[in-house]
């Protein structure tokens, strides 16, 4: 009896063993799955000569909380900037960090309720600021945040930009302008065109034109000043 109770009972260890385990590798596994990142590469052409002018790469992985966080980098005549954002799930900018060692530029910004918080050093200065906002959503990138505004299905919107030569914050608007069917490295994609400018008389003199594709908000291609044009030309993941 006393060996068929030792027996029971290292069978019960042993299944407890196994159990706990197999709730760890599920635990890790989701977690891998949870933050597995959607790894995309952007290049922008000269509008004449087809040259490349700059490339952006990004990555984005979603956190525990819901939201995203995102990693963008742009290289541009040899110089490289950095920059890090935390989102929340309506792509709305919480937190970002840009760096450019080049330029002496390492600044974080911060959201708290209707201010945003800017600290850091920006080209070689030391700089502490605090800009007033509002309940509209701050999109430090709007390639990034007007996936939002796709996947509404809003005919129109409203949020905060950023001005990063000037570190200001601007209220902008964006107008959905209808499906489109364009073609993106080679390739036709059912995408969504955006319109988007600065929500007051400076909208005369700057606007935006982005497509992002219709499925998953993602930004796929956009015209910008003197007829430069920027596309997504690999993708791998999803976020």
């Known amino acids: 009896m006393k060996v068929q109770k030792k027996i029971f009972n290292g069978f019960i260890r042993t299944s407890i063993l196994v159990y706990a385990a197999l709730s760890l590798l599920m635990v890790h596994l989701m977690a891998l799955s949870a933050y597995a990142a959607q790894v995309v590469h952007y290049k922008t052409y000269h509008p004449r000569t087809g040259e490349e002018v700059n490339r952006f790469y990004g990555s984005t992985e979603k956190n525990l909380s819901g939201g995203y966080h995102v990693h963008w980098v742009i290289e541009e005549g040899g110089v490289t900037t950095q920059e890090d954002y935390t989102l929340d799930e309506y ?12 330029e002496k530029t390492d600044y974080t910004g911060e959201r708290k309720e209707d201010l945003l918080f800017i600290r850091g050093q920006f080209k070689g200065e030391r700089i502490g600021r605090t800009l007033e906002i509002d309940e509209r959503p701050f999109y430090y990138n709007p390639k990034i945040g007007l996936a939002a505004f796709v996947l509404s299905g809003e005919k129109k919107g409203a949020f905060w930009g950023f001005q990063n030569k ?3 914050a601007y209220p902008m608007k964006a107008i959905h ?23 007051d008389f400076r909208s005369a003199f ?3 034109t982005y ?29």
């Open 91 to 102: 792509f709305g900018t919480l937190r970002f960090r840009v760096v450019n060692a080049d």
């Open 166 to 168: 000037e570190l200001k």
């Open 177 to 199: 302008g209808g499906s489109d069917t364009i073609s993106v490295n080679g390739k036709d994609v059912e995408a969504v065109k955006v319109y988007w400018t600065v929500d």
């Open 206 to 208: 700057f606007r935006r």
């Open 211 to 239: 497509w992002f594709r219709g499925a998953d908000g993602l930004y796929l291609k956009q015209r910008t000043d003197g007829g430069k044009f920027r596309e997504l030309v690999s993708e791998e993941g999803e976020p």
